[in-house]
Nanobody, 126 residues
């Protein structure tokens, strides 16, 4: 059974940090790139980053560039999203998803992702 399980969400004050984890199982992790999306209430799901598991390249949306960093521990089949300098507008449900591609152009295209996690809530208070 394919599973992507996010964890690490919670309530944090503005300016603080959180690290999300995405643990993958049930598929060949090394074949897939992992993307991170978020969805705020009343808004569309937004692709914010992806990491290529073939060469480690990373891409970020402008809204998080310089504050968020994604990394991968292939030995643990886990991808991380380190979120620093959090802002109230970062409040959303955060999802990880697996895709065969990770490019700047395709990062936010949901149709390119085969597997999705259930999401974890991040709330940033002002």
């Amino acid at each position: 059974e394919v599973q992507l399980v996010e964890s690490g969400g919670g309530l944090v004050q503005a300016g603080k940090s959180l690290r999300l984890s995405c643990a993958a199982s049930g598929f060949t992790f090394d074949d897939y790139s992992i993307g991170w999306f978020r969805q705020a209430p009343g808004k569309e799901r937004e692709g914010i980053s992806c990491i290529s598991n073939s060469d480690g390249r990373t891409y970020y949306a402008d809204s998080v560039k310089g504050r968020f960093t994604t990394s991968s521990d292939n030995a643990k089949n886990t991808v991380y999203l380190q979120m620093n300098s959090l802002k109230p507008e970062d409040t959303a449900v955060y999802f990880c998803a697996a895709s065969l591609v990770c490019t700047a152009q395709g990062m936010g295209r949901m149709i390119l992702y085969d597997y999705w996690g259930q999401g974890t809530q991040v709330t940033v208070s002002s």
